[in-house]
């Protein structure tokens, strides 16, 4: 074929735009894989800090298999729907949170401690200049706080940020939900405050929005797992 020919430049450009455009797609695809590898591990590395497990993104898969025996979703009613892992590491919180109550998807993960089950829940919700998350760990008796592990996407370094820190964490531990038989949640106030009705933790110094967006998080996100907390007083009573 004459190379300088108007053909032969035409199927030249051709095969080199679609080179191109094969590499660039391969590349795309192998870029998105390890970014949502990356999001995996980052995953489990919250869900293991809410139980006290530190990992790496090393030993994180490692570790979240060791330690996360079962996992699934519930309903509103506390029923479950879906015994799947995978299904229950997929669920977006920051979907599920708009939905109306009925209609969610409630992930819980179980854990084992020095013999006893520990029940991992996740929470979202927003602090002062975008969204807050976290997860909750539960004692057998699915009222009484064993650890939590709080994050966020922009909160102000040395305000809002704090509430990664372990000093605004570790007081959750020990914290109850419920208090004279209702669901109370846990209250964030400023320092030296107290609330009558339910356990509280102290505000972060300056970080009064963020929080109040903890604090808001928690009762909404955890609300929503009432009917699955009070099933083991059900079960207390049926014994």
Not at 62 to 89: C, H, M, P, R, W
Not at 220 to 230: D, I, M, N, P, Q
């Amino acid at each position: 074929m004459n190379k300088n020919s108007n053909t032969y430049t035409f199927i030249y450009a051709s095969v080199m735009v679609i080179l191109v455009a094969a590499a660039l797609a391969l590349t795309n695809g192998l870029l998105k894989e390890k970014h949502n590898k990356n999001i995996e591990i980052d995953k489990m590395t919250q869900i293991l800090r809410s139980i006290k497990v530190e990992a790496t993104k090393d030993n994180a898969e490692n570790l979240y298999k060791a330690n996360i025996k079962t996992a699934y979703i519930l309903n509103s009613n506390g029923q479950v729907v879906d015994e799947s892992q995978e299904a229950t590491f997929g669920v977006d919180m920051s979907k599920e949170i708009i939905r109306p109550l009925e209609e969610r998807q409630l992930p819980v993960y179980e854990a084992q401690s020095e013999g006893k089950t520990l029940y991992i829940l996740p929470v979202y919700g927003a602090g002062l200049w975008g969204p807050v998350w976290g997860y909750v760990s539960l004692q057998a008796d699915r009222n009484t706080i064993y650890a939590v592990s709080f994050s966020h996407a922009g909160e102000t370094p040395g305000l809002g940020a704090e509430i990664t820190t372990e000093a605004f964490q570790e007081p959750f531990s020990g914290k109850v939900l419920f208090k004279q038989g209702d669901f109370r949640s846990i209250a964030v106030l400023k320092a030296g405050q107290k609330s009558d009705n339910q356990d509280a933790v102290d505000a972060i110094s300056g970080g009064t929005i963020t929080s109040k967006g903890v604090e808001d998080m928690l009762l909404s996100c955890l609300g929503a797992y009432k009917a699955f907390f009070e099933q083991v007083e059900a079960e207390k009573k049926e014994e």
